[in-house]
């Protein structure tokens, strides 16, 4: 018997659109064929990186074929046509990447997917506070995430598409195709596509991955031909453009406001080799609430004051236009107002 072997979502997807009804068993997934056998068919199916894996897909083929009065190869034959689409990140060198590159990207996927389906799930929102239950449901049944070595190392998701894991009533189609072309479309243009969480784990992975990559993506013709784009890279403009469209999605969301601030410097380091700017947290003391750490660049002059009086313990008192992204608060165009430590 020649076939390749069918991931677990993939046989997973199959079974449930062919009536078979699904069973947790801890991490094996049991499955009973739909017949009015008085002693129905029952298989297993345990996770993808158990070792005997291949062993028991083999059987869950030979039962499916004798549930439904075909051969293991037929059944096979059509497992590898079936409605499966992926999403991946192929490195371009011909070394391996680092373990540690790896050890990154995987979960960095993993969020991918999340927020895609976040998206997908209800309305979507240009920040992913709570991502909704439903999507994470979909990312741990639906998704497979694994290696491959076609060409040049790289790491796969594999989604379905077939309306058996469809979870938004009316759509146009089911939720793996609309999360793909979420993920496509953002790489080209992320406005209307990417939420703020969406361009901020494209940028991380652009920023530590050092090897050469580029994202692709795989449509199954179960659904018609598809003509737009299957691969992506995140060049230095598209960079730029995923900046420019975080700054926006933080501007809108952040309740700007002009204030003055002053604290103890918590960290404070230059940007670069040429002294120009340097990035500080001061941590501000508001009356009658806690300390917040506040994050600013300051030019070359005041950060040399600025480095002093965090070596003497001195508190700086700096004004500027404080926003508040995501779990952090930022002061824009930061001016000294004083250094001392004494009251404002």
Partial sequence: MNYSVPSR??????????????????????YTEPGDHTQPFR??????????????????LQTI?????????????????????SFGLRFLNERNPSLDEVAFAIPKLRQLMLYSAAAEIGQF??????VPLEATKFVKDFCEFGHTRKESFGIRV?????????????????????????????LHKPEGYFSLNLARVFMELTENLHAAHEYNASFSSFYGTYEGPTRGKVTADIYQSLAIHCDKIVRDHAGAREQVIKGRVKS???????????????????????TLSVKMVLDRETALKAFDYAR????LAVAGTLIRPVRQHILENPIVVEFGDHDL
Avoid: C
């Fill in 9 to 30: 979502s993939r046989l997973n997807q199959y079974l449930l659109n062919r009536g078979w009804t699904r069973e947790e068993r801890s991490d094996v997934w049991v």
């Fill in 43 to 60: 298989l297993r199916v345990p996770p993808s990186e158990s070792l005997d894996f291949e062993r028991l897909v083999f059987l869950a």
């Fill in 65 to 85: 074929g004798a549930a439904e009065g075909r051969s293991a190869d037929e059944v096979a034959a059509e497992l590898s046509e079936w409605a499966s689409e």
């Fill in 125 to 130: 929102d240009s920040i992913v506070r709570n």
């Fill in 158 to 186: 594999e989604i379905p598409v077939d309306p058996q894991t469809q979870l938004v009533e009316g759509g146009a189609s089911p939720i793996g195709r609309r999360l793909l072309l979420r993920l496509m479309g953002g």
């Fill in 268 to 290: 404070i380091a230059w940007q670069d080799d040429f002294r120009t700017a340097a990035d500080a947290t001061i941590l501000w003391k508001r009356r009658g609430t806690h």
């Fill in 312 to 315: 003497d313990g001195l508190d």
